[in-house]
């Protein structure tokens, strides 16, 4: 049997409330006669939190239309297109020129040249803003057409004068542009698939120019702070961030043609935040993240999944900081936030991987091991192949804490094995983590022969801390806090929270 399409489901279910309320209104006008039935169609799809055809079918059992649900779907589909297109019209840039491309094409069948060239004239301002070189060249094409047939011979000579070099540099502009991406594109890929500090093999050669366009020279800031990220060069990722924000900032303009795209700049420079040192900053961006969502029209699987990035981030800020208290709510309302996504369909398993992996961590901090233990298992049993690596692998290696706190010391033995061929596999650089697996090896051993008490696990602890924590640079001590904190609370008997603040103290000593 077929499955069934849910293209419509998932654009109903991706509408915000008022382009709904637009197209109720509005894009239903065209229908007269048949809009309350697309109008019932509409609602009960829209009323629904996974998509059943057959429950769809057998609700409109009395309506003709069923007989041809396929083709009722697809026109649906359709106008709800175009009422989108008509909301959009005067917001979307690129919907903007579009439209100025449709009508000069329509003046222009019509030989109403005149009136197309000044249309060509009001579009290419726009497009110039807005550094749209495709569409510079398709206005070009129409200004050629225009001058051609009009046989406007002064028109032709300002063109051959100026125009025929303008599309050189629009093209240039493209190839560059192009590059740059293509550039930070692979580096993208391999963090996506391989995470930082693994070995990259660069096979796509960096551009020779300068980047002097907006989008190359968001795509320059993009490579570089990838490869300080891949480098755990935290100056250069924070320093790279930062610029990338300014870009818009100086140029606001594409804030307002481009704001997903902001928010995106937002969302990486709050994560370079999450180094101690930087996380000062962290409240401006993430201040400026809520502004902008509240600002603009963004559909509403992408505002619930920057607010559960950000509330991801803002836990790991507030256990850096040691503020316990803002760090239990900011769980509290992560964990509703997880809940409402999860109801609207919005949890995809890479964003609930990420929300859970925090949750695990501050779990640590706070010492509830048997809430850490629940989001472990939850990270492990999520299905996201080969995405981001190093946090899986820093997962496995957390989740070792919680089950050695509730002392399962049998199940502790597997995993140990299994996360040990995990790491010799790919993660040799993790060194700390074949360190840590050694450390809680010798503590069950000790503890198998009945030769441990808490003052000779509190001695093999502080061993571990200072051969392998102590002398962390500030960069390694703020990827691996969590840990530190735990093993400098097993070493001095202090709490895991109050140890933080001593981990990213350069001049920490441990007292005995």
């Not at 250069?236 to 930062?242: E, G, Y």
């Not at 594409?254 to 902001?262: N, T």
């Not at 640590?364 to 989001?375: G, R």
Request: neutral net charge; proline residues 2%; hydrophobic residues 40%.
């Amino acid at each position: 049997m077929k499955t069934p399409s849910i293209a419509l489901f998932t654009l109903i279910k991706k509408m915000s409330p008022s382009e709904k309320r637009y197209f109720k209104r509005f894009g239903l006008l065209q229908q007269k006669r048949d809009s309350s039935k697309y109008t019932l169609l509409f609602d009960a799809i829209n009323a629904m939190e996974e998509y059943h055809e057959e429950k769809i079918i057998d609700q409109f059992k009395d309506y003709d239309f069923v007989n041809n649900f396929s083709e009722i779907k697809k026109y649906l589909f359709q106008q709800i297109q175009k009422a989108l297109r008509n909301y959009h019209a005067q917001n979307t840039i690129d919907i903007v020129l579009y439209n100025y491309l449709t009508d000069i094409s329509i003046l222009y069948s019509k030989e109403m040249y005149s009136d197309c060239e000044k249309l060509i004239r009001k579009a290419k301002k726009l497009a110039l803003k807005h550094e749209k070189w495709t569409i510079l060249l398709s206005l070009n094409e129409w200004k050629r057409n225009v001058y051609r047939l009009s046989h406007d011979v002064k028109g032709v000579e300002n063109y051959m004068k100026n125009e025929i070099q303008n599309d050189k540099v629009y093209i240039e502009n493209l190839v560059i542009e192009q590059q740059y991406f293509n550039h930070s594109l692979e580096k993208v890929i391999h963090l996506r698939k391989n995470g930082p500090n693994t070995a990259f093999n660069e096979r796509i050669l960096p551009p020779q120019n300068e980047p002097f366009t907006f989008r190359s020279k968001r795509y320059a800031f993009l490579n570089d702070s990838m490869l300080a990220y891949m480098n755990t060069n935290t100056d250069q990722l924070f320093a790279s961030s930062r610029e990338d924000v300014a870009i818009f900032e100086n140029n606001p303009h594409f804030i307002d043609a481009m704001p997903k795209q902001y928010m995106i700049a937002l969302a990486n420079i709050q994560d370079a935040c999450k180094v101690y040192k930087y996380n000062q900053y962290f409240d401006e961006y993430f201040d400026k993240a809520q502004k902008i969502l509240d600002k603009y029209t963004f559909d509403p699987e992408f505002k619930v999944k920057e607010t559960l990035f950000s509330l991801s981030m803002k836990c790991l800020i507030y256990s850096q900081r040691n503020d316990i208290i803002s760090l239990k709510n900011i769980r509290k309302e992560l964990k509703k936030h997880i809940a409402m996504a999860d109801k609207l369909g919005y949890l995809t398993d890479d964003l609930s991987f990420y929300a859970h992996f925090y949750l695990l961590k501050t779990a640590i901090i706070l010492e509830d091991y048997s809430e850490a233990l629940l989001f472990y298992n939850t990270c492990l049993q999520l299905n996201i192949g080969n995405y981001r690596p190093d946090l899986q692998m820093e997962t496995r290696i957390l989740g070792l804490i919680p089950h050695f706190e509730n002392q399962n010391f049998i199940l502790l033995e597997s995993l140990i094995r299994s996360i040990s061929r995990y790491l010799n596999t790919k993660f040799r650089h993790m060194t700390i983590g074949m360190d840590l697996i050694d450390l809680i090896k010798r503590c069950i051993n000790l503890k198998n022969h009945r030769m441990c008490d808490e003052e000779t696990l509190q001695h093999a602890f502080s061993e571990f801390y200072h051969n392998h924590i102590i002398d962390l640079d500030m960069d390694k001590r703020s990827y691996y806090f969590v840990l530190s904190a735990w093993i400098l609370s097993k070493s001095s008997g202090k709490d895991v929270a109050e140890c933080v603040e001593q981990i990213f103290n350069m001049d920490a000593v441990l007292e005995y």
